[in-house]
Structures are given as C-alpha cells and as structure tokens.
C-alpha cells in the first residue's frame, strides 16, 4: 500500500488503518527516498500528490515534462533533465472557482459542465462554460507556455484529474491525458523505494 495524504490531520489515522492490512505501506512526502531531488522551499509545504505526478512523469516520459492535475485545484508540476522536482503553479480548479462564483453572483446559480460550441456565449449557461472551459483552458495553456520557456522544452505535458479530459481539448500544450497518473506515480514511489519491487 503506499498512502499519499494532503490532509495532514487524517494521515495518521489513514497510516494505522493501512498498516493493519497492509504491514509495508508506504506513506509519501518530502522525505520519502525516492531519488528524485525536490528543489521547492520549503519541501516540507509540497504535497505528496504533487510528488506522485512528477515520480510518474519522470518514470513514463523523462525530463524536461509537465503535469497538469485539473481538480479542486489545478497543480502545474515540472520537472527537468536531471530528475529533479523543480516546483510549478497553482490555481483555483474550474469547480473551486465556479462555486465561489456562484457564492457571490446571486443570479448565477449553475454551470453546465459541457464543453462550449463556441467562445461567443448567448446565454447566461453558454457565457459561463465559455468562462470557466475555454478560459480556464487558455489560463492552463499560458502557464505551461511560461514555465515551458523557463524550464523546457518539454518532452511531454500529461493532463490528469477530474476536469481533465474536459479541459485538455481547449489546452493545445497538453499532449496527452492520463487518469491514472497519480497512481502511476505511487507505483513509482514503491518501485524507487522497494528494491525488491524493481
């Protein structure tokens, strides 16, 4: 079993319920030997899923590469040639930023989660996906252009989590979507500590 936890306050008792199953889990953070150096201050602030789509990016494509995790926040993650973790950029998901949207917009209740026919929204549902779609597509799209000329050029840039296959059609820098990614990267993680596993 390898745990990846960003919820501090639970990760303890995920471990012991883990560990009663699963004597040999492994719980991922900063620490974890995995030979991947973590270039980002403090380490200790990166989370563990985080860790995982860069284990997998290096493990699947090599470095330079890019992952975009698209869920409750979208997490942008490099690394390099050299295996390193080198940091990113976040920001709030399409779902985190609709729902503060609708917090404080009293006549925009609901979204439509389906991809938009055109930009040119001519309701209030087709102004919305247009915004929170193609704009957080073209939000996704500068960002990797950014971090990709500091730190590029990429050998590849993977979308996953919940939104992305929503997403990654109005991102033309994401080449491929892979759902599985954070997982692919626990499996490295063990890989990479489990000698035996290798």
Not at 100 to 120: G, I, M, V
Not at 121 to 135: E, F, H, P, V, W
Not at 178 to 192: C, D, I, Q, S, Y
Request: net charge negative; hydrophobic share 45%; proline share 8%.
């Amino acid at each position: 079993c390898v745990l990846a936890s960003v919820a501090p306050d639970l990760t303890g008792a995920f471990r012991a319920s883990a560990e009663r199953l699963f004597p040999e889990t492994l719980v991922l953070d900063h620490t974890t030997p995995t030979g991947m150096p973590i270039r980002y201050s403090p380490p200790s602030s990166l989370g563990a899923d985080r860790i995982a789509d860069a284990l997998a990016l290096l493990d699947l494509y090599g470095g330079p590469a890019c992952s975009v995790d698209i869920g409750t926040a979208i997490n942008i993650d490099v690394v390099s040639a050299n295996g390193e973790y080198l940091g990113g950029a976040i920001a709030p998901g399409p779902g985190t930023a609709a729902d503060a949207l609708f917090a404080h917009a009293a006549r925009l209740q609901s979204l439509d989660w389906r991809k938009p026919e055109k930009a040119l929204g001519q309701s209030t549902d087709g102004c919305l996906r247009s915004g929170c779609i193609l704009g957080y597509g073209g939000l996704v799209e500068h960002l990797v252009k950014l971090l990709e000329a500091e730190a590029g050029p990429f050998k590849a840039v993977v979308a996953t989590g919940g939104a992305a296959e929503l997403l990654a059609p109005a991102c033309p820098s994401i080449r491929e979507v892979r759902p599985a990614l954070t997982l692919e990267g626990l499996f490295a993680a063990w890989r990479r500590t489990r000698p035996a596993a290798r």
